[in-house]
């Protein structure tokens, strides 16, 4: 990977600010949660229905680009965020369930 998570960050800075998003509802967490979600159900449908893995990184590309467009609508930092979360994780145990392994604090 060549580019830092700040560079990414900026360009989906440019993106919303070219499109003039806080504008424009486009910073609305209900709607962007929504288009998120088609998202997702833009990436299960190619994992179900065994579209090429460029298909499923695009959909997967999508994501990250709205999970980053969240962090600007919310006035987040998200890189922090990510480094505090995974290193709570990182301190959970892994545990076997039906349909994988989870990383989780749970407890049936």
């Known amino acids: ?5 700040a560079h990414m960050l900026d360009r989906v800075r440019a993106f919303h600010e070219k ?11 209900a709607y962007r949660l929504l ?3 088609e998202e997702v159900g833009e990436l299960a449908e ?13 959909e997967l590309a999508d994501l990250l ?9 919310m006035d987040l930092d998200l890189e922090a965020a990510f480094d505090a979360k ?6 959970r145990p ?3 369930g039906d349909l994988g392994v989870r990383v989780t ?3 049936p």
């Open 94 to 96: 892994a545990i076997k």
């Open 19 to 29: 499109h003039k998003f806080a504008e424009n509802n486009g910073h609305d967490m």
């Open 105 to 107: 604090n749970y407890r």
């Open 65 to 73: 680009i709205l999970t980053l467009g969240h962090a600007i609508a």
């Open 86 to 91: 995974l290193e709570e994780v990182l301190q």
């Open 46 to 58: 190619c994992i179900t229905k065994g579209k090429p893995q460029a298909d499923r990184a695009e």
């Open 1 to 5: 990977m060549s580019q830092s998570f």
């Open 35 to 37: 288009l998120t979600m």
